[in-house]
């Protein structure tokens, strides 16, 4: 239960702050992306792909004692992949541009998920400080 609650948790999270992302940029004339349903059904796939993929690493022993880095860089293999797959093309600049913005949707998932740990650390304490009264 805990991976499916990551699970959903990654993919929601990343997927409501990619499409956030590139509204703004969009409403800036920095992107060409125009979020017809086709470009936000890819995305939501590609967030799917790379929750599901970081949530089954973590069953790996290597991978589960540095998921954090190993998650990162699924993410940006993942992205960097679909990207060309879609595209057919490869630049270097939108490269390193893709990866800024991934990071910054890569530390607001990992700080939904801090927030929803630190509500559960508070719960289970509470509930010991309620059992210690006793």
Same mark, same amino acid.
């Not at 990207?83 to 913005?101: A, G, K, M, R, T």
């Given at each position: 239960?805990?991976?499916?609650?990551?699970?959903?948790?990654?993919?929601?999270?990343?997927?409501?702050?990619?499409?956030?992302?590139?509204?703004?940029?969009?409403?800036?004339?920095?992107?060409?992306?125009?979020?017809?349903?086709?470009?936000?059904?890819?995305?939501?796939?590609?967030?799917?792909?790379?929750?599901?993929?970081?949530? $089954?690493?973590? +069953?790996?022993? %290597?991978?589960? @004692?540095?998921?954090? &880095?190993? !998650?990162?860089?699924?993410? /940006?293999?993942?992205?960097?992949?679909?990207?060309?797959?879609?595209?057919?093309?490869?630049?270097?600049?939108?490269?390193?541009?893709?990866?800024?913005?991934?990071?910054?949707?890569?530390? $607001?998932?990992? +700080?939904?998920? %801090?927030?929803? @740990?630190?509500?559960? &650390?508070? !719960?289970?304490?509470?509930? /010991?400080?309620?059992?210690?009264?006793?």
């Amino acid at each position: 239960m805990k991976h499916f609650k990551y699970f959903l948790t990654i993919t929601c999270t990343s997927f409501t702050l990619v499409i956030l992302i590139n509204t703004i940029l969009i409403q800036f004339c920095l992107s060409n992306l125009t979020l017809q349903s086709n470009e936000v059904l890819e995305i939501f796939i590609i967030c799917l792909l790379i929750a599901g993929i970081s949530v $089954g690493m973590d +069953f790996i022993p %290597y991978f589960s @004692d540095h998921l954090m &880095i190993s !998650s990162y860089f699924i993410m /940006i293999g993942v992205a960097s992949g679909a990207e060309y797959i879609l595209n057919q093309s490869f630049y270097w600049s939108d490269f390193f541009v893709e990866v800024c913005f991934l990071t910054l949707v890569y530390l $607001g998932v990992w +700080f939904c998920l %801090y927030l929803e @740990d630190d509500k559960k &650390i508070q !719960s289970i304490n509470e509930e /010991i400080e309620k059992r210690n009264q006793k």
